[in-house]
């Protein structure tokens, strides 16, 4: 058994389902219809007004696992990781029992200088803009009725023009003789392979082609959300074939 419903909205006849009994019980679907009827008045839909109802207790946790599932479709795994990193690090512990309609300018602020108290003044840049995007997703579905805004908030950075020298390369590789055989192999592929620190720590034996030394990123891993392929040298190979043992499965950085 469901309850559902039809109602007038903005002048256009809308059927709805209520819910399904017995979760549902006769006076809470009544509940529900006088709520729907009532906010209709005002042109609000009963998807809406779902929303609005559900934010009553809705938590910023709550609302942020909402978000991510959300997220999930249209960004690549790590991107989603930095995020959730992001959240459990530094938004969760300030706000995260928080009602997310109760948020305001200085649970923002506040969030901020949380980071900021860690000495992570760059990371506090990155955390401010995760936490914006998230109340502006839940704005878009009426969990909360607007975004407290700012103005240059964020602490100024300056671009990153450093880069290794040959020489300085060149003591990072001998470096890496000496710090154990998985660092040692990740730091010298990283210089061979000129590729993200991430997509080489998640490298795995499937996506490396030893007869054609090719190494395919797949697309839900990489930043552009397409298959990228990287040519694999010869002191790239002399690092794997030393790694790959018959039968070898899974991450080839596995400890």
């Not at 860690?118 to 607007?146: H, P, T």
């Not at 290794?164 to 003591?171: I, K, P, R």
């Not at 499937?206 to 990228?228: F, V």
Request: contains cysteine; glycine residues 6%.
């Amino acid at each position: 058994l469901v309850w559902a419903m039809r109602l007038t909205v903005n002048g256009n006849r809308v059927y709805h389902t209520v819910g399904g009994y017995p979760a549902v019980s006769l006076s809470e679907a009544r509940k529900r219809v006088s709520a729907y009827i009532s906010r209709a008045r005002d042109g609000s839909s009963p998807e809406e007004t779902d929303a609005r109802l559900q934010a009553e207790t809705l938590t910023v946790s709550a609302t942020h696992a909402l978000y991510i599932q959300a997220m999930k479709n249209s960004l690549a795994k790590n991107t989603i990781a930095l995020k959730e990193a992001m959240f459990r690090d530094h938004i969760l512990p300030v706000a995260g029992k928080r009602l997310i309609r109760k948020i305001r300018r200085a649970d923002v602020v506040e969030i901020v200088e949380f980071v900021k108290s860690k000495g992570m003044k760059i990371q506090a840049n990155r955390v401010f803009s995760e936490f914006m995007a998230m109340l502006r997703w839940a704005e878009q579905r009426d969990y909360i009725d607007g975004v407290p805004s700012f103005n240059k908030f964020k602490t100024k950075e300056q671009p990153r023009r450093r880069t290794l020298t040959g020489e300085e390369l060149g003591v990072l590789w001998e470096v890496s003789k000496d710090i154990g055989k998985l660092s040692g192999d990740f730091i010298r592929l990283l210089i061979l392979s000129g590729q993200r620190r991430d997509d080489v720590r998640l490298m795995r034996w499937d996506e490396i082609d030893m007869k054609s030394c090719t190494w395919t990123i797949p697309a839900d891993r990489y930043k552009t959300r397409m298959t990228h392929v990287v040519p694999l040298s010869t002191p790239i190979m002399k690092v794997l074939h030393a790694r790959n043992k018959e039968g070898v499965t899974g991450f080839v950085l596995a400890g």
